[in-house]
């Protein structure tokens, strides 16, 4: 594995990526993003293309919320959610709302204990032995995306989101991102500020909540390399993300560049088959890059041996003061794994002989009907996949920093990714591929 980067060297792709600003889909950063990841893999001597991918882009402004007495607090519109110029009303919490209220409901992060994951996983890594007492702060509350919805349900003119249950103080929560335009405006307010407005309340006042959405042509970057089989193997991140994000999925496409730059120099004859890199638009946007491949390549994924997903080498974060301080621990590292048992081992093999600890081996499908990864969508096609994805608590945020990144973890992910592609050697899609 002497063709691995060094941390040192993915940590600089991260930082030059990072740099470009804000990757939403369809903005400046994200479309410089997918031309330097062309370059980089036509650089490392593989055939690239660039697909297009239509995705809505939405663009927010101001975001305001001002009461009668003068009091205001700045917030961040909700993604996708109607824009509001000015609309005056009563406000009021959720349980005292009328029709037509501006209705304030507060947000909580779900805690999970890692003893109950323990309970659904298929087999764990846990060499410290942390999985009996550690608690992991999701970075959602118990209704994921669908926050608007006992808003709208209760007939509210907008919905103020009151981020009191946060571990750290932010209005910067970049939810939900399933690209659906919810029908009334919506605003993020800060845990301190969210707290103010709920002890004046209920009360009149005025919400601005701008932004601008449209339909733009963005790419998935398709890199391929032929290998000693029919067969392909697909290994895949996003190029997108909620903000600068670095964890989000900067450190997942070093991850796939660092693979990727391993088997260009592998003889093409030692590659076990095809190697099709990709790196998806649109994640923040339905999946959208996603969908789009599945739609184009969808009778070649009967080919397909495995769909590798990479995303997020993310450190521990805890609270201290309302801030968030990167602990030395990796967060919690989920593996999603299609119920193949010789899959399933050679992903446990792979996660013991590179020590990646604090780590799960999961059913695809063991907290909702799709893994929760940029791939999700692979799986009801039965394409068979491993998913590495964790998911801390600042992933939507904008404290998603290059201090965020699990610096430690980079090298020792990068060659998992390169041992479960060579595991697959003589492998055939139909051992492998379970109906869902
Ligand atoms: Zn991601």
Redesign the pocket.
Known sequence: MEHIPSAAEMLGWIETVVGQGIRRPGYPADAWTEQWLAERLSGFGLEVTLEPVEVRRWRPGAGLLRLDDGTSWTGLPLPFTAPAKSLRGRIARLADARPGDIVVDELTFTELPQSYVKTLATSAYDPEGSFGTLVQTLPFGPRMMEVVEPALAAGAAAFVGALTGLPWDTRDYYVPYDAIERPIPGLWLSGTDARQLLARLPCEGELIAESAVDTVITHNVVATLPGGSPHTVIVA??HD?PWA?A???AS?LALVLATARHWARVPAAERPHNLTFLLTSG?MAHAAGTRAFIDRHRPELADVVLQLHL??AALRCEAVDGKLVPTADPEVRWWFTTRAPQLERLVATTLEAEDLRRSFVLPPDVFSPMPP??GAFFHPEGVPLVHF?SAPMY?FDSADTIDKVDVAGLEPLARAAVRIVAGTAGWTPDELRITP
């Open positions: 991140s996003h993300a994000s964890v989000e999925d997942g994640h995303e997020h990864t940029d994805l992933l």
